[in-house]
Nanobody, 125 residues
Framework: QVQLVESGGGLVQPGGSLRLSCAAS????????MGWHRQAPGKQRELVAH???????NYADSVKGRFTISRDNGKNTVYLQMNSLKPEDTAVYYC???????????????????WGLGTQVTVSS
């Protein structure tokens, strides 16, 4: 069983900061990449930031210079530090991970993509 648990969302004023965390647990054999997407009301889900196991990162243009993604490979946890938040950053933020897993017989399957349930971020005065 694989589970992704996000935390750190909330209400913040424009210009403020939040730090999101996502811990992945379960029978992972390896995790290739972890990342964050977001979905605002009436809009499609979009990539926010992505980090591979070697540390290579990728950001949406709209968050470059304001958001920083990082990960702790030992804890299978990914973080998103969000600074200089804007009202347009308001959305549900979803953690995702791409990895291979072990079944009950020790066989490796995947890679598969897993998603968390999301955490609400609201930027408003």
């Amino acid at each position: 069983q694989v589970q992704l648990v996000e935390s750190g969302g909330g209400l913040v004023q424009p210009g403020g900061s939040l730090r999101l965390s996502c811990a992945a647990s379960g029978s992972f054999f390896s995790i290739n990449a972890m990342g964050w997407h977001r979905q605002a009301p009436g809009k499609q889900r979009e990539l926010v930031a992505h980090i591979r196991s070697g540390g290579t990162t990728n950001y949406a243009d709209s968050v470059k210079g304001r958001f920083t993604i990082s990960r702790d490979n030992g804890k299978n946890t990914v973080y998103l530090q969000m600074n200089s938040l804007k009202p347009e950053d308001t959305a549900v933020y979803y953690c995702n991970t791409e990895g291979s897993t072990l079944d009950g017989l020790g066989r490796v399957g995947g890679p598969y993509v897993y998603w968390g349930l999301g955490t609400q971020v609201t930027v408003s005065s």
